[in-house]
């Protein structure tokens, strides 16, 4: 195929493909090393040690059930291979957040033609840097898969529409296709991404069928019935794509066919829990609950965002109209997102990292056309901004991504546990490591210890995680009946000297996590 005008635009920046390819590739590398650094540092959420029962009961017994309060099966199924592959620990458990975290960044190549090379490069290099996409991305959770699988459909929706007369369409198509099953098949805020693009795609449709129909002068019917005509070559390769997400998401949630489960009542039992969460508003709070995390942590992105949607928005005429359906789309994307997750009352910091994307990829847009150089058959051609602008923007932008990289730095490696971060929402306590080497020193084997966790609530997570290989180790709403146990661990407000002689048990108190403070009740003679 010849390249499009719009290809020309985006090579067109003074900037070699050895350099793009390099300095992209460069990012990648850079986004690895910082999702991967001591990625086992940081004590397990107690969410990270539920998902984590759930893949141990899958990969120890085949056992899984969806169930929509702890999300869907992908997660699950893959981290149970890589710990039958690598191993069962802290790290390899939060190695496939990593993995679709630096893949994520990876997707930003296949929007080249809309974004330009410097647009590419600065939306990567944002992203890879972000303190929330880094942090979550350590997290052992569905997040940053939906978000690689919602950047990988609109890259392979966007490239199927400009391959849509050649036979390179069909890799975009399956991309598009699996990405959205893979979706659907992580976590439930899926159906609010197909709720954005497929309102969008409507939207756009009933334009162009009704801005067609005053153009042509034609009567409805005809109309309709030319744009049906123009569709139908297409539609087996749409069925076969529907056949095919299908198939993923019923591989998923019957756990590779071993569960009866209908792709009407995974939808179903989705669609209710998640409403009756809102109703309720289980973990609600107010609409701008997202804006002070934005601005703590996403200076940049959230700076240079809003003035990328504002000028997109603005610039209808830009590049002569080329790829102004993708800005509009992008800008469509960023607001959406941003008043959807407002408005749902199920705050919770994760749920930034999908107004962070958009926000991001307009940045970077932006930056990429205000530093970029750009050349007409040669030669330089007139700057967009003025010089003092230019330097203006980049104080503002030297300044702004200093504070985000030392944010970054501080909440994933030194402050990943500190109860006052924004991002740390309910996150266990150091405290933990030094309980487990207590534990681990005591005088008995993980087979032969008896340990009793006490707690009303049942909120003892992620304490069965740490005490995964103590056999003997049992959980409880109330004290047992009997004393045969070695060490007991109970919350701080009771006193179990009543019922203990004081003289053969030795105590030691630690926080769990933010407001909640136990007690370990242990047996003099299991120190060594």
Request: charged share 20%; hydrophobic share 45%; glycine share 6%.
């Amino acid at each position: 195929m010849q390249q499009s005008p719009d290809n020309e635009n985006a090579d067109s920046q003074g900037l070699p493909d050895k350099n793009y390819w390099l300095y992209g590739l460069l990012i990648v590398l850079f986004a690895l090393i910082l999702r991967l650094f001591e990625l086992g540092e940081r004590v397990f959420h107690h969410d990270e040690s539920v998902h984590s029962s759930f893949t141990l009961k899958l990969l120890e017994n085949g056992e899984y059930s969806y169930d929509p309060a702890y999300h869907g099966p992908f997660l699950f199924h893959t981290t149970a291979a890589v710990f039958h592959f690598l191993g069962i620990n802290d790290a390899t458990a939060r190695l496939i957040p990593v993995f679709f975290g630096v893949t994520t960044i990876l997707v930003l190549f296949l929007l080249k033609k809309e974004l330009g090379k410097r647009g590419v490069l600065w939306s990567m290099f944002l992203l890879a840097f972000s303190p929330s996409m880094v942090y979550f991305s350590r997290f052992f959770r569905n997040d940053m898969i939906i978000i690689f699988c919602t950047l990988a459909a609109v890259a392979g929706a966007f490239r199927y529409l400009d391959n849509i007369h050649s036979p390179k369409r069909y890799p975009y198509l399956i991309l598009t296709a699996s990405s959205l099953a893979i979706a659907v098949s992580s976590k439930e805020n899926a159906y609010l991404i197909l709720l954005i693009f497929g309102a969008y795609a409507g939207l756009g449709l009933l334009y162009r069928v009704y801005s067609d129909w005053k153009k042509e002068n034609l009567g409805l019917q005809k109309t309709l019935l030319r744009k049906t005509s123009a569709v139908l070559p297409y539609l087996p390769e749409i069925i076969l794509s529907v056949a095919l997400s299908i198939f993923i998401i019923l591989f998923f949630y019957s756990s590779v066919f071993r569960n009866d489960i209908s792709l009407i009542s995974i939808v179903e039992r989705a669609f209710n829990h998640w409403m009756a969460m809102h109703r309720i508003e289980r973990i609600g709070g107010p609409f701008y609950y997202y804006i002070p995390i934005l601005f703590r942590y996403e200076i940049p992105i959230i700076l240079f965002g809003t003035a990328g949607f504002f000028h997109f928005l603005r610039n209808k005429g830009r590049n002569n109209g080329q790829n102004y359906s993708f800005f509009l789309f992008l800008c469509y994307w960023a607001l959406t997102s941003l008043l959807l997750y407002s408005y749902l009352q199920e705050k919770v910091p994760w749920l930034v990292v999908h107004i962070v994307l958009p926000f991001g990829v307009l940045a970077g847009a932006l930056l990429g056309e205000t530093f970029s150089r750009n050349t007409e058959n040669g030669q330089p051609k007139e700057a967009n901004y003025s010089n003092k602008n230019r330097i203006l923007l980049a104080g503002i932008l030297v300044l702004t991504l200093l504070v985000s990289m030392g944010q970054c730095i501080s909440v994933n490696y030194y402050r990943s546990m500190e109860p006052s971060e924004l991002m740390t929402y309910t996150q266990a306590s150091p405290d933990i490591r030094e309980l487990m080497e207590k534990i681990e020193a005591f005088d008995g084997s993980p087979e032969t210890l008896r340990i009793y966790v006490i707690d009303p609530s049942k909120l003892y997570w992620p304490l069965p995680w740490y005490l995964r290989d103590y056999e003997k180790a049992a959980y409880s709403s109330k004290p047992p009946a009997s004393s045969k146990y070695d060490a007991i661990i109970v919350p701080i407000s009771y006193d179990m000297y009543r019922e203990l002689p004081e003289e053969e048990y030795s105590s030691y108190n630690f926080t769990l996590r933010p407001g909640r403070d136990f007690t370990l009740y242990y047996k003099n003679n299991l120190e060594k």
